[in-house]
């Protein structure tokens, strides 16, 4: 789950980590409020979005006097946000952060993810503050630390000392540098982050450090254990079909390409994608109905899949183990009769009550495209799509 950048702020400042003073506004005259009980000089306007690259979308303004503030937040409220990573639709921006404008001597990069190859949490630290650290490590790898975590003994004072001498700091600020990093360290791990970045993070021209921006993103599998961290779920900045999923019980998760798929497990849902591109196919989305599905999970499970314009085949591939295949066929049967597949159906049935399934299939008089196994299968959907 992702949160906003004021709500990773507001987290983050709990375990001491350094921010802006700062507060989210969802109207003009409540961010121009905000403004005036900051009492400084200079603002910033940040529009709140899950993504990156805002201020080059026009998202981040910089308010000189405090009658910029309900300006430059009337204009960015309500409007249609580009990024790179939003794609073309972009997103609507409902909410604005009003914070005090920092004095930026220097900008650095700070993150925490999880090393599933080490078992580990990873720190990574640059002087690249501000650049895409995926192409500072394609480009220019030395210019990154990362420091290991042993899980035993956690994060110790003098691997922070090592990334501060890494990141250029001197004096004092070492030591504020230290306090940022394991107040971020403990907020990653108390809270079952799988992402924790600053981009950048700042030092002043006073030598304080900063968390200029915060991304985090947190265990879906471990929100149970944190009811507020799931208070801060925002429904309006996920894939609708992909929340409807969620209710279902589905996995499911929209890409660009023209193939719906419709599997039982994720392994092999991983390997239909992985077979439809070997084919020169482009998947339409990631479902997974789950090994134990019923047929109205697959009925709405077709219907996510057909809501999709760019849909222009439909793989249905199922391994019946728990699932059977028979069940399969009367959610597929179920799914024509309610909502129409007017697209090519190609299905690849195998496991527990297969025969049943094709004959529930073959006598519903649907046109369905049959594969004796997977890779052919794969073929006619690629074939079938084109």
């Known amino acids: 789950m992702n949160i906003h950048e004021y709500q990773a702020k507001e987290l983050l400042s709990k375990y001491g980590v350094a921010v802006p003073m700062g507060k989210v506004a969802s109207h003009e005259d ?19 979005i899950h993504a990156g690259g805002r201020g080059k979308g026009g998202g981040v303004k910089v ?14 409220l309500g409007m249609n946000l580009v990024t790179h990573q939003t794609g073309p639709e972009g997103k609507l921006v409902s909410k604005v952060l009003v914070e005090e404008a920092s004095n930026i001597a220097t900008e650095l990069y700070l993150g925490m993810v999880i090393d ?26 030395e210019k990154i630390l ?76 471990a929100l149970f254990r944190h009811p507020d961290i799931e208070k801060m779920h925002d429904p309006n900045e996920e894939d609708p079909t992909e929340l409807e999923a969620k209710k279902w019980g589905i996995s499911y998760v929209k890409l660009d390409g023209n193939i719906g798929c419709l599997v039982n497990g994720a392994g092999l849902a991983m390997s239909t994608m992985d077979i439809i591109k070997h084919h020169g196919g482009e998947p339409a989305n990631f479902l997974d109905v789950g090994g134990g599905a ?52 190609i299905v690849r049935l195998e496991g527990t009550n297969v025969e049943l399934g094709r004959k529930l299939l073959s006598e519903s008089g649907l046109n369905i495209i049959t594969g004796s196994d997977m890779r052919e299968a794969a073929g006619k959907a690629v074939d079938a799509a084109k």
């Open 63 to 76: 308010a000189n006097m405090l009658d910029e503030v309900k300006r430059l937040a009337s204009e960015i």
């Open 294 to 345: 019923t047929a109205d999970q697959v009925l709405q499970a077709l219907k996510m899949i057909l809501s999709d314009p760019n849909v222009k085949a439909i793989f249905i591939n199922i391994f019946g183990g728990i699932m059977k295949c028979d069940t399969i066929a009367e959610g597929v049967i179920s799914a024509a009769k309610e909502v129409g597949i007017e697209v090519p159906l």
């Open 30 to 48: 409540e961010a121009e409020q905000i403004a005036k009980d900051l009492n400084v000089e200079k603002f910033v306007v940040k529009a709140q």
């Open 146 to 221: 990362k420091e290991y975590v042993d899980p035993t003994v956690g994060l110790l004072p003098y691997q922070c000392r090592k990334i501060a001498y890494f990141l250029g700091l001197k004096g004092k600020t070492v030591n504020k540098a230290v306090k940022f990093i394991l107040g971020l360290y403990q907020a990653f791990t108390e809270k079952d982050c799988s992402l924790a970045e600053i981009n950048p993070l700042i030092v002043t021209n006073d030598g304080d450090v900063f968390a200029l921006d915060g991304k985090m993103n947190f265990d879906d599998n």
């Open 116 to 141: 599933r190859a080490t078992e580990k949490i990873v720190i990574m630290a640059s002087q690249e503050g501000g650049m895409e650290i995926e192409e500072v490590a394609r480009t220019n790898p």
